[in-house]
């Protein structure tokens, strides 16, 4: 079964570092999701992507935050200058436009020390 | 803001019996309710989900009830099996237009099945 891909799994940054997290969304998807869970919280929405260009944002992605698509396969969010409290697992999700069902990759477990 | 709660962080219960996991919403403009279930170090698994015009949906073991009225929903799964033993997520979606849905979640209910 097709799935959605993150890299790295885990991400270790100092504060004030620039840090890039990637992920392939399944192939044939056009919508594109970053969702974060800072321990013990919620899964929070953070951005939607679709036909290059941010659908939806959430409070949380402020100017710090951005997303790319560089190529037909990777769905990049950048953090421009990590702090503290962007410590969580970040997901990434995926949806064909068909339906209300997303999928997610495994995360990348980001660590701002 | 809690527009999707959990009440329960976790359920223990024994193999081959039900198991019941609840879900409030406060808004009623979501159009579709999700139920994911999560594994430690994997990302959120799609389960089942239910349209906000319907009342109940089965797949195999597992069934969403809606009530509408009481903007509540349930997971029910039967017989439970210790592989069930995950966390699982309410979630709620609404349609942002353009195809895209955006999914608000609960925080989760640790299901423990017991041998």
């Known amino acids: 079964e097709p799935e959605v891909t993150q890299t790295p799994s885990h991400q270790v940054t100092q504060m004030g570092q620039e840090v890039i997290l990637r992920c392939v969304p399944i192939s044939n998807h056009l919508y594109f999701y970053w969702y974060r869970q800072i321990l013990g919280q919620k899964v929070e929405f953070l951005v939607s992507f679709y036909n290059n260009e941010i659908s939806e944002k959430s409070e949380i992605f402020d100017d710090q935050f951005s997303v790319e698509r560089p190529d037909g396969s990777n769905f990049t969010l950048k953090i421009r200058s990590t702090k503290l409290e962007d410590s969580a697992m970040y997901f990434c999700a995926s949806n064909n436009g068909l339906g209300e069902k997303l999928f997610f990759g495994s995360g990348t477990q980001l660590s701002v020390l | 803001d809690q527009q999707v709660k959990q009440n329960s962080p976790s359920l223990s219960v024994q193999e081959g019996r039900i198991s019941i996991l609840n879900c409030d919403y406060t808004?009623?403009?979501?159009?579709?309710f999700l139920w994911y279930k999560k594994y430690p170090a994997e990302g959120p698994t799609f389960l089942i989900s239910i349209s906000s015009i319907k009342d109940k949906n089965e797949d195999g073991r597992f069934t969403v009830f809606l009530n509408k009225s009481a903007k509540h929903l349930s997971l029910h799964i039967v017989p439970s099996q210790p592989g069930d033993s995950a966390v699982y997520f309410c979630?709620?979606?609404?349609?942002?237009?353009?195809?895209?849905?955006?999914?608000?979640f609960g925080k989760g209910t640790k299901l423990s099945v017991i041998p």
């Open positions: 808004n009623s403009m979501f159009d579709y």
């Open positions: 979630a709620a979606s609404q349609y942002s237009g353009a195809g895209s849905y955006q999914l608000t």
